[in-house]
Each structure stands twice: as C-alpha cells, then as structure tokens.
C-alpha cells in the first residue's frame, strides 16, 4: 500500500529537475501522475524513468506544451479528469526566469516570466478548484528563496524574483479561501538546487550556457551554508508531506528549503577589513 494509492497528482513541469523527482516520488508511493513539460527529449525521459520505477501507462497521463498558452493550462485539467475522473493533488513546479533566444527584450522577458511564473498557477488553481473541492485535496506552489530576499546580484532575475514574491503572497491570500472548500494550500519555496534551470533559459546557446553555470555555481555556492546545492529527491519528501491526508492542518505555509542559504551573511575574512 502506497501513501497516494489511487489519487491523482499534476506537476507541472515535471519532465526535469525538481518536477521530474517529485513525480517519480508521488508516482512511488501509488499516485496516478499527470507529467508535463514543453522539450519532447526530455518528456521521454521522465516518462522513461517513470517506467524503470515500474509504473505503468495506465497510471501516466503525458501532456506536453507551454503553460503560456491558456489552451494548454485547460488542456492539463479537463485530460486529467477525462482520464482519470478527478484530481487531488496540484502541483504548481513550472517556472523559467529567462525567455529563451536573442534579442529579447526587458518587458518581452518581463512578460514571459509572469505568464509562466505566476498567471499559469493562478489559473491552475482556479480550474482545479471544483475538482479538488470534491476530493478535498490541496496544491503546492513551487516558489524560490529570491523572492523573499537577494541573496546575491545576479543579471535577468529581477522579473523572476517579483514573480516568486506574487506568488508566496497568492499562497498566502488565497489560502483562507480554499480552506472552507477543503483544499490546503502551501508553498515550497527552494534555495540553489541541481536543475535544469539555467540550461532551459539559454537551450539553442551552448557557449553563453556554459558560461552562465560556471559564473552562477562559482557565486552561489559560496553562499550555501549546506557547502553544496541541493539535490532534487532531497526535496521529495517535503512535497509528499505537505500532501499526504495526515497534514490536514498544514494550510497557508510557506517552507524554505535551501540549506541555509536565506540566513547567510558575509563573514569578516570574506569582507577582507
């Protein structure tokens, strides 16, 4: 028996990094999984790994398109409940700071990022509303660290931290709300974690991409207390908590994950007085 046996759980971009773990981990413990993402290579290979753990098609519903397409954000709810009849679980993971290609301008990226950051969840949550007030079930949003505070100064992350801040405070306005419908509503918010985050912003570039990682590892493991970055199935557990039918009082949450790294502070040999 499975925590999650015969619920039904969305992810959104779930075809990598952290959304591919959690996936894998709901889909463990006995969940019918809704997998998205936008990168056909990549679906096949969450798809693939959701088999090597030995989950069948039957318990796989694959959708792939850009949830800045309202067609698509439709397409994920009313798929998920014509295959498998409801849903209980949504889990808001899909999110890019940077839209991919040259020349984009400041307000095309400005408008990219809270499409897909913020404008998709909400409407996520208002089409899965009906159905998770039938199952009683809840959604998790997958916020970031940065829109709490900057912990270090990094070029194209204003757009992402604003939208990462939009979002903490949808989860804790809309909270109240949900709750006289049944529905739990929390938000995991991750510090510097193994992804593919960077590599989606800059796909089709492979010299700025090489780049951009060693310029971003260099800098941001300094400022991981934890000495490291986070790996995706270290986040699995939280997301397994937070929806399991035993953390019926845990609504309206906001969990920092991120190895210290929202409590850093310089030291004075870092400063050089």
């Given amino acids: 028996m499975g925590r999650f046996d015969n619920k039904v759980v969305i992810v959104t971009g779930s075809s990598a990094g952290i959304g591919k ?3 894998i981990g709901f889909a463990k413990e006995g969940a019918n999984v809704v997998l998205h993402g936008t990168n056909t290579g990549r ?4 798809e693939k790994a959701l088999h090597d753990e030995g989950i069948p098609d039957s318990r796989i519903l694959r959708i792939q398109g850009s949830l800045i397409e309202d067609a698509v954000v439709e397409k994920i709810i009313d798929e998920t409940v014509a295959r498998f009849g409801k849903i209980d679980v949504l889990v808001n993971n899909a999110g890019n700071y940077l839209k991919s290609g040259k020349d984009v301008s400041i307000m095309e990226n400005f408008d990219y990022v809270f499409a897909l950051n913020l404008r998709a969840p909400f409407r996520l949550v208002e089409l899965a509303t009906p159905h998770l007030e039938k199952t009683k079930g809840n959604i998790i949003n997958v916020s ?3 829109g709490q505070g900057k912990q270090i100064e990094i070029d194209n ?3 992402y931290a604003m939208s990462k801040a939009a979002l903490d405070r949808f989860t804790l306005n809309a909270n109240q709300g949900l709750a006289k419908k049944g529905i739990r509503l929390n938000t995991i918010s991750p510090g510097p974690f193994e ?3 960077i590599g989606r912003a800059h796909e089709g570039n492979p010299e700025v991409l090489q780049q951009v990682q060693a310029g971003v590892g260099a800098l941001v493991s300094k400022i991981i207390p934890a000495g490291r970055f986070g790996r995706p199935e270290e986040l699995v557990p939280a997301f397994l908590l937070l929806a399991d039918e035993n953390s019926s009082f845990i609504t309206g949450s906001i969990w920092v994950i991120d ?3 929202s409590n850093w502070a310089p030291e004075a040999t870092d400063l050089k007085i």
């Fill in 21 to 23: 773990a959690v996936i």
């Fill in 259 to 261: 190895g210290g790294t």
């Fill in 144 to 146: 970031a660290i940065i």
């Fill in 157 to 159: 992350f204003v757009s």
């Fill in 195 to 197: 992804s593919n985050f």
């Fill in 43 to 46: 679906l096949d290979d969450a």
